[in-house]
């Protein structure tokens, strides 16, 4: 991602949107800005990583770190659904979806 | 709700060429989750193949699944594609109960195959088949979502729903995505290259050995992308994406309708939306889904709790001296082999049942028998029933042993059938089956003499003309045997005993 410390109002809106937030305008005029700091907060250690730092998604340089396709025991249904706020026919219940299968 | 308006298909192809890319995901028959040891049984109780880490709770660690891994550069060694040297998992993100981290682990810009090919062969009605090349973008790893119930709604789709019941078993399932480039230049063709090119594919998903590929349980689902431009201008109109469709015969309706669809909308001045579409597996028709997002709504980012996977080339080298042979060679070999016309073997192929017929004639029943079991009765039971032909109760062993029966003498052709009938109801073996419905024919020379004794004596005059040497008249006295024995005797030792009695 280029070091970039804008990001616009609508902007904003649209990742709200996307995570099914909704902002009024009066929280959006807020928010905007307060982002556009943090954002730029994460580019200023853009600025002090010399070239001989490579970008990475990972901090050990480690490559294929697999399992075994071996079974391991997991949760029950009952300690799977304990913490669900609500539970029908074995199955978590969740509130009306918005918007449509991925 | 105002109906669909459409062109007819040769209206479609009058003023449009057709471009499709098909995008398949393949749900691997690992023991576990792509991430975590959970198992994958299909049709297991909701919620009992769960963990921490496939219900996204705080903290829960991915680990991947070594086999998954293989399975996936197999995929792509079979394919014709190139392997990744080095490549990433990465979080694709939005919101939607089905992935409770709120996000799925999937590959983006570094998919572990890339640039392969399949050679297809496609039917071509009254002539040769023909040799299509698909072009393989990509196939990359994944996970499978969980099942969500819709409550509340008239249909149990989403809208009007009020609420929805989830179901985490099938949440992380390794799925291997597998996506052609644009396929175009098909004309009429596309709907047949459509389904030709995802049975292949499933062929040789089941020949490596990788997953059941089971269309009608979804461990093996189709997404059909398809764009018109006008005729000859070339390039790529607005494309529709049409999810899950789930057997052969419906990606060929599929594309058909989309195209028929897109066609009415262009030429009235529209345009085509670009949208997913729901598919409709009753009325054959597609409904409008939601409004495709762009890839950057999905916000992709490189998964930080995984480690890139790097193959040696070595175990690349090792994974490719593992694949079966290229089905199109081995289909051309096994068609020499049983001595099948081309006709035969399309038939064969079209039905699904090649390899069931493969591993019948393997179970020791001939070429013929095992084609004739498996496209005159079989398959028409299987359509029947609105299942796939792989979903009978019957093996090819089953198939390979009522043959043997019939070979033996021991019953008939129509007996047979209702030895089926007894193994798809479940009723034991082919033996088992023969004796608790009483179907052995009667080999008894006694009771078969007698009943050709009784014909011979209420037929003078052909009996005569058989003493004469008219050979070919003992088809009437057979006739007349069988239907006393009410069909229970095996009519090539009838024939024998009549011209033994009249020599
Ligand atoms: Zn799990």
């Not at chain 2, 498996?374 to 090819?396: C, D, K, M, Q, Y």
Request: charged fraction near 25%; hydrophobic fraction near 40%.
């Amino acid at each position: 991602m280029p070091a970039r410390a804008e990001i616009s109002r609508d902007e904003v809106a649209h990742l709200a949107e996307l995570a099914r937030i909704d902002l009024s305008d009066a929280e959006l005029d807020h928010l905007a800005p307060q982002l556009s700091v943090i954002l730029e907060s994460v580019a200023s250690i853009t600025a002090v990583a010399g070239d001989d730092v490579p970008p990475t998604s990972h901090p050990i340089p480690m490559t294929n770190v697999f399992r075994d396709d071996v079974v391991r025991p997991g949760l029950t249904a009952e300690e799977a659904l304990s913490g669900a706020p609500a539970v029908e026919e074995q199955r978590f219940s969740v509130p009306r979806i918005l918007g449509d299968e991925q | 709700m105002s109906t669909t308006e459409l062109k007819t298909f040769e209206e479609a192809l009058e003023s449009f060429d057709p471009a499709m890319g098909l995008e398949v995901h393949v749900e691997l028959s690992t023991l576990t989750k792509m991430f975590c040891g959970c198992p994958t049984e299909f049709g297991a109780e909701p919620n009992t193949q769960v963990c921490p880490t496939c219900l996204g709770l705080p903290g829960a660690m991915p680990a991947v699944n070594a086999k998954a891994v293989e399975a996936a550069i197999r995929i792509g060694l079979a394919l014709n594609c190139e392997i990744a040297e080095w490549c990433r998992f990465a979080r694709k993100n939005y919101f939607y109960p089905d992935m409770p981290k709120n996000f799925q682990t999937s590959q983006y810009d570094e998919p572990i195959a890339f640039e392969g090919y399949m050679d297809v062969t496609v039917p071509v009605e009254g002539g040769e088949d023909e040799i299509v090349r698909v072009a393989i973008e990509r196939a990359h790893m994944e996970e499978d979502t969980g099942k969500s119930l819709h409550v509340g709604g008239a249909t149990g789709r989403i809208h009007g729903a009020d609420h929805s019941l989830v179901d985490y078993n099938r949440a992380g399932i390794p799925l291997i995505e597998i996506v052609t480039k644009p396929i175009t230049g098909m004309g009429e063709k596309a709907p047949a290259v459509a389904r030709a090119y995802v049975a292949q594919l499933r062929e040789l998903i089941i020949a490596l050995g990788v997953s059941d590929a089971r269309m009608d349980q979804g461990s093996i689902r189709a997404d059909v992308n398809l764009s018109l431009a006008p005729k000859g201008a070339g390039g790529l109109g607005t494309r529709s994406e049409t999810k899950n469709v789930n057997s052969l015969r419906s990606v060929e309706r599929a594309v058909r309708y989309e195209m028929q669809r897109h066609a009415a909308l262009l030429s009235s001045g529209g345009s085509v939306l670009q949208e997913t579409r729901h598919w409709h597996e009753d009325t054959g028709i597609t409904t409008s889904g939601r409004e495709k997002s762009d890839a950057e709504d999905y916000r992709y980012f490189p998964e930080p709790d995984l480690v890139p996977v790097a193959p040696s080339r070595e175990w690349v080298e090792e994974l490719r001296a593992t694949l079966p042979e290229n089905p199109t060679v081995k289909r051309a070999r096994l068609q020499a082999e049983w001595g099948f016309s081309d006709l035969e073997m399309r038939d064969t192929v079209g039905a699904g049942a090649f390899g069931l017929v493969e591993q019948t004639i393997a179970a020791g029943a001939t070429p013929t028998a095992a084609r004739k079991w498996w496209l005159s009765e079989l398959a028409r039971r299987a359509n029947e029933a609105g299942v796939e032909i792989t979903a009978l109760a019957v093996t090819p062993a089953e198939v390979a042993a009522v043959q043997g029966l019939v070979d033996a003498g021991t019953i008939n052709d129509k007996m047979a059938r209702q030895v089926f009938d007894g193994l798809l109801a479940g009723e034991g073996t082919p033996e088992e089956i023969v004796a608790s419905r009483g179907l052995a024919l009667v080999s008894d020379d006694g009771a078969l003499g007698a009943a050709v004794d009784n014909a011979i004596a209420a037929n003078p005059d052909v009996a005569q003309k058989i003493r004469d040497g008219k050979v070919a008249a003992a088809g009437a006295l057979i006739g007349s045997v069988m239907k006393e024995m009410r069909g229970q005797a095996d009519a090539g030792r009838v024939r024998e005993l009549i011209l033994e009695k009249l020599a």
